[in-house]
């Protein structure tokens, strides 16, 4: 070959390769939406592109030819069903924005149905709740105060946190400070041009500390507790006395600290303790929503009659989408404006890449959820605790795509399964070898084991992450002592001597 015709070639491949990198970013990020994400982005694309429409139910409207199959000189076949004309081409820069709104979103028909959906969903959600704010607010018109008084408590109740809590959250400082009388009654003064004295600002957060739910309006977490200990509360003064001054013994479990310096026993700080953990730290945190989030599964496992799984994915929560021929047949007007003529092709070719797209998510993700359940049969049978090691590199290998292509297929993606609702990335994972059976045993299984071992201990004399490990070699089971820790951590268990039993070591 000679030069020339090489360097041809080159520009030839190069130009190829560009051609097809925005096909494939497409179809890289619609294989990456959750079926919710990808409802939206369909909606959205409805909405822009002109070349994308909904494909109604029970139609037989031939859809516009493959972006493989284009000529922009051909004739195209033209859609006699169609009941829109575009009589002048012109009339699509003229009118652009209004087209997009009204022609070209999903029809009645398809918002109604996708609307019922989601009023389905959302009617199994629980009404937003009332704020903090405005339930102590609600509160404040009950009382006899004046309107001053109500004035500088609603002000206050503006300046609590998600929790409840009278605090200065200053980016600057790594942990919130408490706002000081002097700060407030200044600030207030500011905004509502009368001015207040310190006594008035601890005489309304005084109002505000009668209010429910108790504990709101404390400046650090004591306050928030000791507001919460009333004579209804058994023991009250001995909880009283361990959140002043032994929390940090509590959360150690020294149990035997706190009866030196009280005097009491340890079944009566026991009781003491069981109504502490009662009270709520963070009385705000109730009315705090940071928005419901639905979870939609992508993709639906269940059994035949003939003792087989199943796999659907889920439709209904996403229009099916074609390219228009309506729209396509006009591009072989010759009386278009150029510049108009090459935006149209940008927008034809982006409308069939993304149906493409589409097709292929569907495809992916039904491969990948196959392997992974034919992998996970144990799962369907038995249930959580049978899941198996599996490592996305041998999905990847039995699918025939690389393994970035199963984590893009799984990531954000919900199966439902008749062992329930799972996110995919549940199904993958490492694990270790039971030495007596020879069989694969997935670490969430050690992380179940371990919970059961723990529920199995002697209170009085509980297991150190050392004792755990031996207990799964009796097993058959080879765990390190830092996998037991860093599990036992993740689920928030206790260490040995926080777990201890001090009452039952007593006895």
């Known amino acids: 070959m000679s030069g020339m015709n090489m360097g041809m070639g080159m520009r030839q ?14 179809s ?11 409802q939206e982005k369909l909606t959205n694309e409805l909405q822009e592109n002109p070349f994308l429409e909904v494909k109604e139910k029970h139609t037989t409207t031939e859809a516009a030819p493959a972006e493989g199959d284009f000529n922009a000189d051909a004739p195209l076949k033209h859609d006699e069903t169609g009941d829109i004309e575009f009589a002048r081409m012109d009339e699509i820069n003229r009118d652009w924005g209004d087209h997009f ?17 989601k009023l389905e969903a959302m009617q199994n959600v629980a009404d937003t709740p009332q704020s903090l704010q405005e339930h102590l607010a609600e509160q404040l018109g009950y009382l006899d105060l004046t309107h001053d008084q109500t004035e500088l408590a609603e002000f206050l109740i503006s300046h609590l946190d998600e929790n409840g809590y009278l605090l200065n959250h200053d980016p600057d400082r790594r942990t919130p400070i408490a706002i000081s009388f002097e700060e407030l009654a200044s600030t207030f003064e500011v905004v509502y041009h009368r001015p207040v004295t310190v006594a008035d600002v601890e005489e309304a957060l005084g109002v505000i500390h ?3 739910p108790a504990g709101v309006g404390a400046r650090d977490t004591k306050e928030c507790l000791l507001l919460q200990v009333d004579d209804d509360i058994e023991h009250s003064d001995l909880v009283a006395a361990i959140i002043q001054h032994h929390l940090e013994d509590v959360a150690h479990n020294r149990l035997p600290a706190i009866q030196r310096r009280t005097g009491s026993d340890l079944d009566t700080i026991k009781e003491a303790i069981d109504e502490l953990k009662r ?4 009385p705000g945190a109730r009315f705090h929503s940071e ?6 599964p992508d993709a639906v496992v269940s059994w035949t009659d003939e003792g087989e799984f199943d796999i659907k994915l889920t439709k209904d929560w996403t229009p099916n989408v074609r390219v ?15 510049k108009v003529r090459e935006e149209l092709i940008k927008k034809y070719r982006m409308a069939n890449w993304l149906v493409e797209a589409i097709e292929q998510r569907r495809n992916t993700l039904t491969k990948v959820t196959r392997e992974i359940m034919s992998y996970q049969r144990a799962f369907l049978e038995k249930g959580p605790d049978h899941i198996q090691p599996l490592k996305m590199e041998q999905i990847a290998e039995k699918v025939g795509v690389h393994v970035t292509t199963v984590s893009r297929a799984v990531d954000d993606k919900w199966v439902q399964t008749p062992r329930g609702v799972f996110p995919l990335r549940r199904f993958f994972g490492g694990g270790t070898k039971n030495a007596q059976t020879g069989v694969d045993v997935a670490w969430e299984t050690i992380k179940q084991k371990l919970q059961e071992i723990i529920a199995a201990e002697d209170k009085a004399k509980p297991l150190s992450d050392e004792e755990i490990v031996e207990k799964f070699k009796a097993f058959g089971l080879t765990v390190a002592r830092r996998t037991v820790t860093k599990y036992r951590e993740a689920m928030s268990i206790p260490s040995s001597r926080q777990r201890k039993d001090w009452a039952a070591t007593a006895g």
Do not use: C, W, Y
Request: charged share 35%; aromatic share 2%.
């Open 13 to 26: 491949d190069m130009r190829q390769g560009l051609h097809l990198a925005p096909r494939m970013i497409q």
């Open 210 to 212: 009668k209010l429910e």
């Open 101 to 117: 709104n009204e022609d070209h979103r999903p029809s009645r028909s398809l918002r109604d149905e996708l609307g019922d959906k």
């Open 291 to 296: 928005g419901t989030q639905f979870v939609v």
């Open 324 to 338: 228009s021929s309506k729209f396509a047949d006009q591009l072989k007007n010759k009386e278009i404006d150029p």
């Open 28 to 38: 890289m990020e619609v294989l990456q939406l959750s079926v919710m994400q990808l």
């Open 279 to 282: 009270l709520d730290p963070r």
